[in-house]
T-cell receptor, first 111, second 113 residues
Framework: NAGVTQTPKFQVLKTGQSMTLQCAQD?????MYWYRQDPGMGLRLIYYSASEGTTDKGEVPNGYNVSRLNKREFSLRLESAAPSQTSVYFCASSVVYYEQYFGPGTRLTVT | GENVEQHPSTLSVQEGDSAVIKCTYSDSASNYFPWYKQELGKRPQLIID?????GEKKDQRIAVTLNKTAKHFSLHITETQPEDSAVYFC????????????FGKGTTLSVSS
């Protein structure tokens, strides 16, 4: 039982490049989430998927897209990376109104 | 948009003292309020949560109180230990469906021995 896994762990991009962050969970959770964490800003919700086949915008969705590929997998795509997207990205999953389980995070630097 | 305010941003206590962190929320439909602890370089992990039908919940040295009328909730840690040093985040569920959470900006707790 791996819980929530994320790939890659680290990534460096140049401005304008694109990439996809992958997330998978093996806990049979319906809901999945993407957050970014910047110093002093807490965890800010980018997008979430309440159930397979649905996605919704969070607090800071601009510059990102998501895909709920199936019940297990939820990916986050940066189409044209900007330095302002330098951050640590966390994926999480949960049953509604219960604990969100976080992945180990992806540290992204955009130069 | 919905908002969660958390205070203080930093808190330093001596080992054995109590620590209190306070949060206020704006969405009157919020009904689930978890607290997460994040150690340096690690992922956030749930330490305690409370639902709106409960006013207080305890788990050993940790307790959470909720005042729905005033829209605020608090984390209380008693008999603090050096291993309690971490960043603590409060959060509130959003909207009627309550599927997503809005987090506070975090409190860095330092416990010195």
């Amino acid at each position: 039982n791996a819980g929530v896994t994320q790939t890659p762990k680290f990534q460096v991009l140049k401005t304008g490049q694109s990439m996809t962050l992958q997330c998978a969970q093996d806990m049979n959770h319906n809901s999945m989430y993407w957050y970014r964490q910047d110093p002093g800003m807490g965890l800010r919700l980018i997008y979430y998927s309440a159930s397979e086949g649905t996605t919704d915008k969070g607090e800071v969705p601009n510059g990102y897209n998501v895909s709920r590929l199936n019940k297990r997998e939820f990916s986050l795509r940066l189409e044209s990376a900007a330095p302002s997207q330098t951050s640590v990205y966390f994926c999480a999953s949960s049953v509604v109104y219960y604990e969100q389980y976080f992945g180990p995070g992806t540290r992204l630097t955009v130069t | 948009g919905e908002n969660v305010e958390q205070h203080p941003s930093t808190l330093s206590v001596q080992e054995g003292d109590s620590a209190v962190i306070k949060c206020t929320y704006s969405d009157s439909a919020s009904n689930y309020f978890p607290w997460y602890k994040q150690e340096l370089g690690k992922r956030p992990q749930l330490i305690i949560d409370i639902r709106s039908n409960v006013g207080e919940k305890k788990d050993q040295r940790i307790a959470v109180t909720l005042n729905k009328t005033a829209k605020h909730f608090s984390l209380h840690i008693t008999e603090t230990q050096p291993e309690d040093s971490a960043v603590y985040f409060c959060a509130a569920s959003i909207g009627q469906a309550g599927t997503a959470l809005i987090f506070g900006k975090g409190t860095t707790l330092s416990v010195s021995s």
